[in-house]
């Protein structure tokens, strides 16, 4: 599976707010996400089997470490301010918590 | 007859248990009593409870550290195994022994009764977690991350995000998040070359040290408030010139500049808007395990969320405030999401 639909699932996963399993299951069913995937052109296969594998999308995680996930901001933000949307001349910071996923029956 | 009597029985039962529920009641609220409220006190019975339990286990666990020389010792003779596996398995021992060694060592501390504020372990597994002390008075603290962010007030696109490991002081991760800005900004490659003008924040990084530092890099810090009096929206001249002359950044920014830095200042409360769009993306909750875990969560949120923003932008789905904002500041719409072909 190429590394731009598996960036491209990891994304949208977070925006959609669903698990692995419900992306990749939408990866095969769902037109806009394959849309956003960049898969223009689309040959329903006859199997009912997923064609990325919550399991792949989980390995193509863990490789994505602290430096390249700052990059990958940083080009974003950086396309952004070139096409004149955004200004970084004013900012604000701060802060949230966030706390650890209690385990099912707490 | 018998009817009556069956009812007189069962009146008779219903009072002994109803005062026997009464009695046991009270037995617990004198015993939470002895916990301090439910959510506020000093709770000293938990930390002897604790005491007591932790002495049982860290005893139950005195032979771990010789059998884990042992193993380890096993491992290195193990000839079956190949070399990748004995390396992982290796490691993972090593990560394991190191958390027991941890958790010793903090039992120890919490049983001689020294204080244990930060570095608190709170999950063995991740050793980065720490108790969130923010905003609390005498409560029970949270535990989590926190995670630090720098965004845009107009329209709430994030620049940098940053993960902590533990729970650090708040004005210690200013000037790294603003390095990340710094790092994004160099790779525009457009003219005139944009700039930092200035960075506004609650009081939790008001430092007179980070604020010189960030005079010292050109930075604005009128929306770093230095007290809880709320900020002038539109400074007089004189006012201006006194935050520039503060600064000791006449040459380097103009007045515009910095009324639009106490603009910021005084709307910095919307900064709680760019939260909750991260939040109702799921950042409230660490999904993944560890500190890379809670890193990537967090920054595939933060390009969702500035994904969804810069469609807002360029469908002008923007506050009125946002809008003149970004008028303020230069920033033009521009029709690129039109469609010029023929209509028939």
């Known amino acids: 599976m190429p590394i731009r639909v598996l960036l491209a699932l990891e994304?949208?996963?977070h925006e959609l707010g669903g698990s692995d399993e419900d992306i990749c299951h939408r990866l095969r069913t769902d037109f806009a996400v394959m849309y956003a995937c960049g898969l223009r052109e689309y040959q329903a296969p006859r199997s009912q089997v997923h064609f990325g594998l919550p399991e792949t999308l989980c390995e193509f995680r863990g490789r994505i470490d602290e430096a390249l996930m700052d990059e990958l901001i940083a080009i974003q933000a950086a396309a952004a301010m070139e096409e004149g949307l955004v200004s970084p001349a004013h900012l604000l910071i701060d802060t949230f918590p966030c706390e650890p996923r209690q385990p099912a029956g707490h | 007859m018998t009817i009556a009597r069956i009812a007189q029985q069962c009146s008779r039962r219903t009072t002994q248990l109803q005062r026997q529920a009464h009695s046991l009641h009270q037995e617990i609220t004198k015993g939470m009593r002895g916990f301090g409220?439910?959510?506020?006190g000093h709770g000293h019975v938990f930390v002897k409870l604790v005491r007591h339990t932790e002495q049982q286990l860290l005893e139950l666990g005195q032979p771990i550290t010789m059998l884990g020389q042992q193993a380890q010792q096993l491992l290195t003779q193990a000839t079956a195994l190949s070399d990748a596996t004995r390396k992982r398995l290796a490691e993972a021992f090593n990560v394991a022994m190191h958390s027991h060694t941890h958790i010793r060592k903090q039992s120890t501390q919490l049983t001689q009764g020294k204080k244990l504020r930060h570095c608190k372990l709170v999950n063995a597994y991740d050793l980065t977690i720490a108790p969130i002390l923010k905003g609390k008075s005498n409560c029970p603290a949270q535990f989590g991350r926190k995670p630090e962010i720098a965004s845009e007030p107009?329209?709430?696109?994030?620049?940098?995000?940053?993960?902590?490991?533990?729970?650090?002081?708040?004005?210690?991760?200013v000037l790294p998040l603003l390095d990340k800005v710094q790092s994004a900004i160099e790779?525009?490659?457009?003219?005139?070359?944009?700039?930092?003008?200035?960075?506004?924040?609650?009081?939790?990084?008001n430092d007179a040290a980070l604020r010189q530092a960030l005079h010292a890099r050109g930075i604005l810090t009128v929306g770093i408030p230095q007290n809880v009096k709320s900020l002038a929206p539109n400074p007089s001249t004189e006012e201006v010139g006194a935050i520039l002359t503060e600064a000791g950044l006449h040459r380097k920014r103009t007045p515009y500049q910095v009324q639009l830095a106490c603009a910021c200042g005084y709307s910095r409360p919307v900064v709680e808007s760019h939260i909750a769009s991260l939040r109702a993306r799921g950042a409230g909750q660490v999904r993944y395990k560890?500190?890379?875990g809670a890193v990537r969560q967090q920054g595939m949120t933060v390009r969702a969320h500035n994904g969804a923003t810069l469609v807002r932008i360029h469908q002008q789905q923007?506050?009125?405030?946002?809008?003149k904002f970004r008028r303020l500041l230069g920033l033009r719409y521009r029709k690129d999401n039109e469609?010029?072909?023929?209509k028939n």
């Open chain 1, 11 to 13: 994304l949208l996963k």
């Open chain 2, 37 to 40: 409220r439910q959510c506020r």
């Open chain 2, 154 to 173: 107009a329209t709430g696109f994030i620049f940098a995000t940053r993960v902590p490991e533990g729970n650090p002081n708040d004005t210690s991760y």
């Open chain 2, 187 to 205: 790779r525009v490659r457009t003219t005139p070359k944009l700039r930092l003008h200035s960075v506004a924040g609650d009081l939790g990084v």
């Open chain 2, 290 to 292: 560890g500190h890379p």
């Open chain 2, 318 to 323: 923007l506050s009125k405030r946002a809008q």
């Open chain 2, 339 to 342: 469609i010029h072909g023929q």
